[in-house]
């Protein structure tokens, strides 16, 4: 069995606030992180913020929303670095406007990067994991994929669906050692939730049980469990990390 600092883990949608808290916890975790990228300029600065922090990783440039493009990207990874045993599908973009309103192009581009994109990166990489018997894939979907939200019937669409993803491809490849899961989470302190008016945030946080915004460190946390070996007997399920702000 291959430790920690043998296993390939590839974490898409790297330059974002909870995909730079991935790359570091994982790193500290003493896995061989990649970091997926599309923006180089973004990647570069985030890589430097890494770098600085004592935590160097790979980057590899590649549009999750593109399948041959994802297909390049695995083979660049597995030829250069090895092959990806862990595969956190954490890319994702939002285009928020009432459905009245929305713009084809709102919905194709949210649609292909959040739910496509899972498909084009699991696809390339899950006839390896069955072949080598292991595998672990989590699926960032998020609290609005639960409950869904004004403004984002692109996105709560995309998000929803990940669940279902999550639990069919979960019984397919069960028996092969791989496990996949799903993690929800609610209003994180990203750089995009904290770029909200504060009174918008406050907001937010009244509707929230435990009073505050969720830290991308918890989400971290809860990546690192569930990719462990610790966690083989977890599949199919999702996990909320919203602060009680919806259960069911």
């Known amino acids: 069995m291959k430790t920690a600092k043998e296993r ?7 330059t974002g606030g909870i995909g730079m808290a991935l790359c570091k916890k994982l790193h500290e975790e003493g896995y061989r992180v990649v970091g997926n990228f599309r923006c180089k300029e973004k990647a570069e600065s985030i890589q430097n913020s890494l770098r600085e922090a004592g935590c160097v990783i790979e980057m ?25 045993d862990i595969l956190i599908n954490n890319a994702g973009i939002a285009k928020d406007v009432r459905f ?62 990940i669940h279902g993803f999550t639990k069919s491809l979960a019984l397919e490849v069960a028996k092969y050692g791989i496990t996949v899961n799903t993690i929800s989470p609610g209003y994180i302190e990203t750089e995009m939730v904290m770029a909200v008016p504060q009174n918008i945030r406050e907001q937010i946080v009244a ?9 991308i460190e918890e989400v971290a946390e809860a990546v690192t469990y569930l990719i462990s070996e610790k966690s083989g007997f977890i599949t199919g399920s999702n996990l909320s990390i919203n602060g009680g702000q919806h259960m069911y």
């Not at 894939?137 to 995309?158: D, H």
């Open 207 to 215: 509707q929230i049980p435990v009073g505050r915004l969720g830290y």
């Open 8 to 14: 390939v883990a590839l974490i898409t949608g790297s």
């Open 60 to 84: 590899v440039q590649g549009d999750v929303a593109d399948f041959d493009s994802v297909g390049r990207m695995v083979q660049q990874i597995e030829t250069q670095i090895g092959p990806i």
């Open 100 to 161: 009245a309103k929305m713009q084809k192009s709102d919905w194709d581009d949210v649609i292909n990067t959040n739910l496509n994109g899972v498909f084009n990166c699991t696809r390339h990489v899950i006839n390896g994991m069955m072949e080598r018997k292991y595998g672990r894939i989590i699926n960032i979907s998020s609290i609005n994929g639960q409950k869904g939200q004004f403004g984002q019937t692109n996105y709560s669409a995309a998000k929803a669906g």
